[in-house]
């Protein structure tokens, strides 16, 4: 099992990027992929899931209404649009992929994932 992440770089503040994640060796309605970030010096964040059957999403308070994920289960890919970008966005970002489906409760939580990507930086300059 891969995950691929991609799509990271340097982009001012208010800008977008668009993050690709792309999974091979599983089938896409595998159940939750989530984006997290770890900026320098801090502890790592959940930022976004989807669940890849349902499309059901859930969002960090930090990013709801800036960031949109979304999934393309033919192309096994889910996307983390990031629009309105900060400095405080600046961050490794990092895809992951649960078996089951999480909930509000548990989507957060890094050791309900079994598989990890290897991270794209994304650098938000002010």
């Known amino acids: 099992v891969q995950l691929q992440a991609s799509g990271g770089g340097l982009v001012q503040t208010g800008g977008s990027l668009r993050l690709s994640c792309a999974a091979s060796?599983?089938?896409?309605?595998?159940?939750?992929i989530t984006w997290f970030r770890q900026a320098p010096g801090e502890e790592r964040e959940a930022v976004s899931c989807?669940?890849?059957?349902?499309?059901?999403?859930y969002y960090a308070g930090s990013v709801k209404g800036r960031f949109t994920i979304s999934r393309d289960n033919a192309k096994n890919t889910v996307y983390l649009q990031m629009n309105s970008l900060k400095p405080e966005d600046t961050a490794v970002y990092y895809c992951?992929?649960?078996?089951?489906?999480?909930?509000?409760?548990?989507?957060?939580?890094?050791?309900?994932?079994?598989?990890w990507g290897q991270g794209t930086l994304v650098t938000v300059s002010s």
């Open positions: 992951a992929a649960a078996r089951s489906n999480l909930i509000s409760s548990s989507w957060r939580i890094s050791t309900n994932y079994d598989y």
């Open positions: 060796g599983i089938t896409f309605d595998y159940g939750s």
């Open positions: 989807i669940r890849t059957r349902s499309g059901v999403t």
